[in-house]
């Protein structure tokens, strides 16, 4: 039985009666873009990346309808590789090109982009900003530059660096410290009423930065972290604030590597995440203060490699079982020698 791109859309059409945008159809929370290959490659060009700002918020479905199958892919910013044509214009303030198929990931950091993933992925992608992926792309694109902002530390910074998990390791066992995390799960629970509003919204960017400004009188920094302290003369510390639906998967950003890697460079720097966990079920917010080189979130932070390139290192993404680090019954430790090892691999890449 031959497939035909034609009777594919009609049938979809009649099915959930989308509205069509020129080449996309968007029907009720997600968008679909209908293509045709009849070779084993897929090089068509798919779409302008003006327009796929329009539908970034929501799933794209780019399906490809070949002779004998039909495959699907998340065609989403945070799933393209590069902006094939026409994009020698392309900067961050000047959004120009179109993306090809072979632009789009058919595996994102091993996790293969077919439908029996795409919740999982949408998760991955509703982290990060549409101003964040057209950095990105900007860097990826064929002889185009992004703004460098990598840290090139030097040998003094490298060995102030690689005493963090020391220094994280000390100050996590300091009276201050846990005066500070006194201080911000009072602040927490003064405000739990409205985090459990907050955790209704189904965007993790749009609900993280709700929870923030919450947090921080309407404040979002947008930048290493939102919230700062000292631990004593000369001893910064950086808190950035993260959410958990304990009762549902996600898989928030966690941090840009050079940033992280700069602070840490400053003699006395630590930074720590506000765990908030929260569960929509029973209708209760926990909060935990920890360092970032802290084991339960070594496990789960995960480097995503291909945001690394000449300019930058990239950002790390938080998955798998971290919303245990958020649980009051959780005994935390930082493993120095694990730890710096990390911090090693970060500088690498």
Known sequence: MHADKAAVQKAFIEQFVPLRARSVWVANGFSMRFCEARTGSFSNTVLSLSALQGH???????????????DFFLANSTFLKKISH????????????SFNGSDIMTEYERVRNSPENFDYLLSLHRSFTWAENVERLVEATNAIVGRDNRFRPTDDQKAVLLTAPERAAAAFSEPVWHAVEAELKMLVENSRDAIMQASLVDNV?????AIEQLLTNGYNAHDLGDIERTLGVGRALVIDI???????ASAPKAYNVDKMLSFLAEPGSVF?????????????VTARLLPVLEDALLDATGIQHHWAGRVSRGVTQLSG???????????????VVRAKAFLNQLLEL
């Open 56 to 70: 970034d918020a929501h799933p794209l479905v780019v399906v490809v309808v070949r002779e004998r199958a039909v």
């Open 205 to 209: 960017n749009l609900r993280g930065n």
């Open 86 to 97: 026409s994009s020698i214009e392309l900067r961050v303030d000047n959004i120009k090109g």
């Open 272 to 284: 720590a995440f506000l765990m908030i966990g929260i569960s929509v079920s029973t209708g209760t």
């Open 321 to 335: 079982r971290f919303g245990r680090a958020a649980m009051p019954d959780y005994q935390p430790r930082v493993d």
């Open 242 to 248: 993260k959410t958990k639906l304990l009762d549902r």
